[in-house]
């Protein structure tokens, strides 16, 4: 067991962003298997319990072991937004050399949205072009999960 530290990206006087350690979690630190991931974001944020869709980027070391997790968005009980711009500043900030997306659907009903497929597609372009690469994007609900890796293969990750 590790310390998972999720950290919140906030601007200085100047509007320099800068990242502040919002809460830490006591869990398993090592993202080898989708499985693993759904388990660590239930355990830790409660994924399948929020009533609205919240959108978490997961950065990553060389070993897969989680560095930082940040909270990307906030949407509404069917829809959020997934910004390449705003997952990659926070990436290259603590350093991960890969990442993970994950949120939910309060509905439980786990089928990606063309927009959620769409989403990951532009993310999947953007983080390869800067060397920071997407390597999954899960959909929790309801205690369960779909990994877009999984569903997709290289259709969609290349």
């Given amino acids: 067991m590790k310390r ?29 298997s989708p499985e693993n991931v759904a388990e660590i974001m239930e355990k830790c944020f409660q994924m399948s319990n929020l009533p ?15 560095i930082g997790v940040f909270e990307i968005s906030r949407g509404t009980v069917a829809a959020s937004l997934l910004s390449a711009r705003e997952i990659l500043i926070r990436m290259l900030i603590v350093g991960a050399t890969h990442f993970l997306i994950c949120h939910n659907h309060p509905s439980g009903h786990l089928q990606p949205s063309k927009y959620d497929v769409d989403s990951t597609k532009n993310i999947v372009n953007a983080g390869r072009t800067i060397g920071i690469p997407l390597v999954d994007h899960l959909i929790i609900g309801d205690g369960r999960y779909v990994s877009l890796l999984e569903e997709y293969g290289k259709e969609l990750f290349g």
């Fill in 52 to 66: 609205e869709e919240h959108v978490y980027a997961i950065a990553l070391n060389t070993r897969s072991s989680i």
């Fill in 4 to 32: 998972i530290q999720e950290y919140q990206m906030l601007l200085n006087a100047s509007k320099i962003p800068y990242l502040e350690k919002k809460k830490s979690y006591l869990c398993e630190s090592n993202c080898n």
